[in-house]
């Protein structure tokens, strides 16, 4: 018996050992496996955030236009594409800047200048239809678009395009207190200035009879400009590096370069259309 008690006792110690191994190659194996697959909650996680960038969905226009004189037609065509150039471009943004600012940051930066950049196409579309028969009503209500999770529109979306130019708000504020001036425009903040060349100073003659459109226009190009500046104030420290340009200074040059445009056909109804105001429309940070 004496014997027998250590030869047991080592074969205890003997399948404890083994044990203890099993169970130690369980957790190398298990850990290993962890460090090698991925985290499927975290893939799925990495998926879902990518989706939730949503889709911006705006009403449709083209199905609550009237009929179409034949000589509107191609203009309302060319203005109907750029909706479309608009929504896509503003997709296009709203991928490229997922992750920056903070709660109104779709708003501010996308959503709005969208909705500027709608209401002035609208416009020219009714003005087109006008000139030939009644210029149609209420096509601003469809300017607003909206961010959509599910990537449906209930009013119907305009999609795809090429861009022919952009665009701008249709009517002036009656509060815009910029100047557009050559060398700095209007109000400094501590997020710095947007300063745009002066348009006025390069204008031939205007004639008489548009002197008032291009007054008009002159007094939006302040408008954008102060707009412009509010938007580089309400969004300070939003964004990354090309903030700024891509969500301020790219969409204001956009509206500069179709009112500076509609100057310029203005002066060219009654006159000589003024060429290489465009080079005009690049506007500037300065802190």
């Given amino acids: 018996m004496s014997r027998a008690l250590p030869k047991y006792n080592k074969r205890r110690v003997v399948f404890i050992g083994g044990a203890a191994a099993v169970v130690l190659s369980g957790a190398v194996i298990a850990g290993s496996a962890l460090a090698g697959t991925p985290d499927k909650s975290s893939t799925a996680q990495s998926a879902r955030t990518l989706s ?6 705006c009403p449709d226009v083209k199905s ?13 065509d060319r203005n109907l594409t750029l909706l479309d150039t608009q929504i896509a471009e503003a997709n296009k ?4 800047t997922v992750g920056q600012g903070g709660a109104n940051f779709v708003q501010n930066a996308i959503l709005g200048p969208l909705k500027d950049k709608r209401v ?6 009714a003005i087109s239809i006008g000139r030939q028969g009644t210029k149609p009503t209420g096509l601003d209500s469809l300017a607003t678009c909206a961010l959509s999770t599910g990537g449906t529109d209930a009013g119907g979306t305009e999609t795809g395009g090429t861009d022919t130019g952009s665009t701008d708000t249709a009517t002036p504020s ?21 300063s745009c060349p002066d348009v006025k100073s390069q204008l031939p003659a205007v004639p008489a009879s548009a002197q008032a459109e291009v007054d008009r226009n002159l007094t939006l190009l302040d408008t954008q400009i102060a707009e412009a500046n509010k938007r580089l ?12 340009q891509n969500a301020i200074l790219g969409p204001l040059k956009d509206k500069r370069v179709s009112t500076i445009d509609r100057i310029a056909i203005s002066i060219g109804r009654q006159g000589t259309k003024p060429t290489g105001l465009d080079s005009l429309a690049a506007c500037t940070l300065t802190k």
Avoid: Y
């Fill in 64 to 76: 609550q236009l009237p009929a179409v004189p034949a000589s509107a037609q191609a203009e309302v």
């Fill in 120 to 125: 002035s196409t609208i416009d020219r579309i």
């Fill in 93 to 96: 943004r709203l991928v490229d």
């Fill in 233 to 244: 104030v309400d969004t300070v420290g939003q964004g990354g590096a090309n903030f700024v």
């Fill in 174 to 194: 009656a509060t815009a207190s910029a100047t557009d001036a050559a060398g700095g425009t209007d109000t400094t903040t501590a997020a710095g200035t947007i």
């Fill in 52 to 57: 939730d960038t949503g889709t911006i969905s």
